[in-house]
């Protein structure tokens, strides 16, 4: 990697010059001494040498990230990485794969570009998306067909535009149809003033994209790629998960895969994602969706034979602690929803940090009981973030049978259709704040995050039309009911429950027996508590009897311990009641009993006497 002298006169500068001095400042803010000694060891003992130009092939990377074959991914990955090695010169794309490409590949997919190209920190999805699409000015206009996998080994055949489906061909939007955006991102233009290039030289930077789009197929590859990474720590194997590519798992991955993409087009008739659509949903839906780029692509910056864990002369305590540790369960508990897959789903607008290895099962209607009263005693006294999961089956449009009936009973007249074709939903609520009861008001904070995982996925954030975010109400004295989004309850004026439940604009209410659900999604009326869905623009209404309930826990050791020790304290509290021989029908005797166990006075209750 050389340097071209500062003083020479920018226009006479080759476009190998200046990339090279972009690279070579890259080097120098972006990556410790250390970490640029490894790369270089990594790529010197990786690569491939033709002449004088030693590069990097697809089967290489992919060999050397441990992507398995089984995903398909590799071409998707190594056609982005030869588009971002051409950077700041994008119209030069694809490239090869030398040791100062590699620099732009890494310092763009670790987001390391920040240290240097701070105005354009926020670009990158955009710099993604035109790696990973593709356009054909000359067969869009003629409305033919493009494949759906292309790498540079080989091009999947085209198939008529009506085959349909996610292995045929597709028809390429005609010019106009949708939107171009500027060709000169921020980044790229961050980086020409970098290199002080002037005007000139940003001219033809890029083609321009019309009907441009990431074929469905190849997205739908790079997220489970980026799904099976998603808990992927910086000196961690990927290899290590394989476990989840194999068998049932690797069905479970592909259905997850498909809710996801069933937030960007119809996966079974669309032929791709357009820029219009990526850049709208991936902020608000999936913020998260890239980070598995950072730590798969840091491997590069940690060679083998720095590994000192390795080294004879290290010192035995010294090779224990930096040997590399067998992979952990993603999961403390076994769910009757959640899997390791549906984590990775979760991770996608929750950070991973709070969710890998660090969540726990706090209740399980199916182990606990499908009550109101178990849901308190396993869940309130978590003093930490938790995630509640509810699946169910959509009910019939006419109810069946009383308990359907009685259900309906208590809610609005239904005016909205379905969210989905699916007859099964999955929803979920992340609650930052400690749970409690709410006899005059609901609790949460601009934090709480209302979701759906399937058939579709879907976030609804907090808004601040209201904060009407989390409801439990028990009787007496309120209609009962957990609800998110919806007002607080009325109180009930006798014990016949003949009010409906009040639905927010965007709300989900399960009912007192934790027997039927309803999540309401009113489009029109533009949101409540939470925004209204970016990727579903029509209002829908999903009324399911309710399968499986549980609450996971957010939070390390800390927290579960002093949940452990609250139990253990009431379990003590139950006990010493129980001992005591009350009903001699002398109340103060009783009372004075009481005191003496120290189960009363002071600040504590003992309820009624009377």
């Not at 290899?239 to 991955?253: F, I, P, T």
């Not at 991973?352 to 849901?375: H, K, T």
Request: proline share 5%; charged share 25%; hydrophobic share 35%.
């Amino acid at each position: 990697m050389g340097q071209s002298h500062s003083d020479e006169n920018p226009r006479r500068r080759s476009r190998e010059d200046l990339a090279q001095e972009l690279a070579l400042r890259f080097k120098d803010k972006c990556f410790t001494s250390l970490e640029f000694y490894s790369l270089k060891d990594v790529f010197k003992s990786l690569a491939d040498q033709q002449g004088s130009v030693r590069y990097l092939k697809e089967d290489t990377i992919a060999r050397y990230l441990e992507i398995p074959d089984i995903l398909g991914a590799s071409p998707v990955i190594f056609q982005m990485i030869s588009y971002l090695g051409a950077f700041p010169f994008l119209q030069d794309a694809p490239v090869v794969l030398e040791l100062s490409q590699m620099v732009m590949v890494i310092v763009i997919m670790t987001e390391r570009y920040k240290r240097v190209l701070a105005r354009g920190s926020t670009d990158r999805t955009k710099l993604i998306f035109k790696s990973l699409a593709v356009y054909d000015r000359k067969v869009s206009e003629a409305g033919a067909t493009l494949p759906l996998t292309v790498s540079n080994d080989e091009t999947t055949s085209s198939k008529p535009a009506n085959g349909g489906g996610a292995d045929g061909g597709f028809a390429i939007d005609l010019p106009g149809e949708d939107e171009s955006y500027d060709d000169d991102d921020d980044l790229v233009l961050t980086a020409y003033e970098l290199l002080d290039i002037k005007e000139a030289v940003r001219q033809g930077s890029a083609p321009e994209f019309h009907g441009a789009i990431i074929p469905t197929d190849n997205f739908r590859k790079l997220v489970m790629l980026l799904l099976l990474a998603a808990p992927l720590d910086a000196q961690e194997s990927l290899s290590q998960y394989s476990n989840r590519v194999a068998g049932s798992e690797l069905e479970l991955l592909r259905s997850t895969v498909d809710c996801i993409l069933s937030s960007f087009v119809d996966v079974e008739t669309s032929p791709g994602i357009k820029y219009r659509q990526f850049k709208t949903i991936i902020p608000v839906l999936f913020p998260y969706l890239f980070s598995s780029f950072n730590a798969l692509f840091e491997h590069f910056l940690f060679s083998k034979n720095l590994d000192f864990s390795k080294h004879k002369t290290a010192d035995p305590r010294m090779q224990q602690e930096l040997a590399p540790k067998p992979a952990q369960p993603l999961l403390s508990d076994k769910g009757d929803i959640l899997n390791d897959h549906m984590l990775a789903q979760i991770s996608l607008f929750i950070p991973g940090s709070s969710l890998f290895r660090r969540v726990r099962r706090l209740y399980s209607g199916n182990d606990a009981g499908f009550s109101m009263g178990s849901f308190d005693a396993k869940v309130f006294n978590w003093r930490a973030p938790t995630i509640l999961l509810v699946s169910g089956t959509l009910l019939a449009e006419t109810p069946q049978g009383g308990q359907e009936n009685a259900f309906a009973d208590t809610l609005p007249t239904k005016r909205f259709r379905n969210g989905s074709k699916s007859s099964r939903v999955t929803y979920g609520v992340y609650v930052r704040e400690p749970w409690k009861h709410t006899h005059k008001e609901c609790f949460g904070d601009s934090e709480t995050i209302l979701f759906q995982l399937s058939p579709v996925h879907d976030v609804f954030p907090a808004s601040t039309i209201n904060t009407d975010y989390v409801a439990f109400t028990r009787p007496p004295g309120n209609q009962p009911c957990l609800s998110f989004g919806c007002p607080h309850p009325k109180p009930s004026k006798s014990s016949r429950r003949e009010a409906h439940y009040t639905l927010g604009a965007v709300s989900l209410l399960l009912n007192d027996s934790f027997e039927f659900g309803v999540f309401n999604h009113d489009y029109t009326s533009r949101g409540g508590a939470f925004h209204t869905s970016i990727s579903r623009t029509f209002d829908f209404q999903d009324r399911f009897e309710i399968d499986q309930l549980e609450v996971w826990g957010c939070g390390g050791d800390d927290e579960a311990k002093a949940q452990a020790e609250r139990w253990a304290w009431e379990e003590r509290e139950a006990e010493a009641r129980r001992k005591i021989n009350l009903g001699s029908g002398d109340i103060e005797a009783d009372r004075a009993l009481l005191e003496m166990a120290g189960l009363i006075g002071g600040n504590r209750s003992g309820g009624s006497m009377g």
